[in-house]
């Protein structure tokens, strides 16, 4: 990959990972958060996206002393919002039927942090037809499936059927795509090679169809300056054998972003309240560090996961 494209996504990443970090106090719970909570887009769901981006930074080990203690006490910091697990575990035990407990553990699973009890409650989920049996998305499924993955490596699906379930799995007409879709479809990406790992996760025939159709996509993105989704069509582009993007991409990215290292969720002005800010553009910042860390990280042969 080009050197220039290195160091861009690089430095993307390492200021989002710091403004992350140097925000954090922004995404605490708030202190009567009971697991019936009715926004999960509030803080909880963030605190687990900003967990996954920490896990991939150490996961990776590709960035400098720095950026891997900010990433550590980022983990840690999420970890201990959710009583390290306690939270996760009783909202898992009250709704069996939800998945957000056990994918948003996978993440801390990732980087080094377990609950037994947690453990033991997904095992037993896993075996229960019910529950392999709830209705959802299928890239939500995936989503699923690469959590029991990440939690136990002993854990089997078959990831064939439950990629060619997905819009992204038919390699349908590519100018159907909308905003929705692309979110869809970078994550089908995402959890079949969780988040670059398994790069061969990817049927032949997407690989295919998204060397194709990738670089449009991201044109199109792009030219509206939606940053938040061309970040996302980055890190897909990242778990490709080998990018396909244009890679002037990266450096619209990194002229899109603050000084601080916030990265605008699109081409609208940014609140200038500091709190609004983070709430506005926390999953841009995630988005970013994923990006620059799974970009990083192929390009030097990073890690695969085992089979």
């Known amino acids: 990959m080009n050197p220039d494209v290195l160091r861009t996504a690089h430095s993307v990443g390492s200021r989002a990972l710091a403004w992350l970090h140097d925000s954090k106090q922004f995404g605490s719970l708030p202190h009567d958060t009971t697991i019936e909570f ?3 887009d509030n803080v909880y769901k963030p605190l687990g996206e900003t967990a996954l981006a920490a896990s991939l930074v150490l996961r990776e080990g590709v960035a400098g002393p720095a950026e891997l203690r900010a990433a550590q006490e980022l983990l840690d910091f999420a970890w201990g919002q959710f009583r390290s697990g306690d939270f996760l575990f009783e909202r898992q035990v009250r709704h069996p039927m939800l998945t957000d407990p056990l994918e948003t553990y996978a993440h801390f699973v990732r980087g080094g942090h377990r ?7 997904a095992g037993h989920l896993a075996s229960l037809r019910s ?12 989503a699923v499936a690469n959590a029991h993955r990440v939690i136990d490596p002993g854990h089997r699906a078959d990831w064939a059927a439950l990629a060619a379930d997905t819009w992204l799995g038919s390699t349908p007409e590519p100018w159907m795509v909308d905003w929705m879709t692309g979110y869809n479809l970078t994550h089908a ?3 079949l090679t969780d988040w670059g790992a398994r790069p061969d996760g990817l049927p032949a025939p997407v690989v295919g169809y998204l060397r194709n159709w990738l670089p449009v996509w991201a044109d199109v993105w792009q030219e509206v300056a939606q940053w938040d989704l061309l970040g996302e069509l980055l890190i897909v582009d990242a778990c490709l054998d080998e990018p396909v993007c244009d890679p002037h991409s990266w450096e619209l990215l990194a002229r899109a972003q603050h000084q601080d290292g916030l990265l605008p969720r699109d081409g609208e002005p940014v609140a200038d309240d500091p709190h609004r800010a983070f709430k506005d553009n926390e999953h841009t910042a995630v988005v970013a560090v994923v990006a620059g860390t799974v970009t990083l990280a192929r390009s030097l042969g990073g890690s695969r996961a085992a089979a």
Do not use: G, I, Q
Not at 132 to 140: H, I
């Open 38 to 40: 009715t926004d999960p």
């Open 115 to 121: 609950n037994r009890a947690l453990d033991e409650v």
């Open 131 to 142: 529950v392999r049996a709830v209705e959802m998305m299928p890239n939500r499924r995936l």
């Open 189 to 191: 990406v995402f959890h």
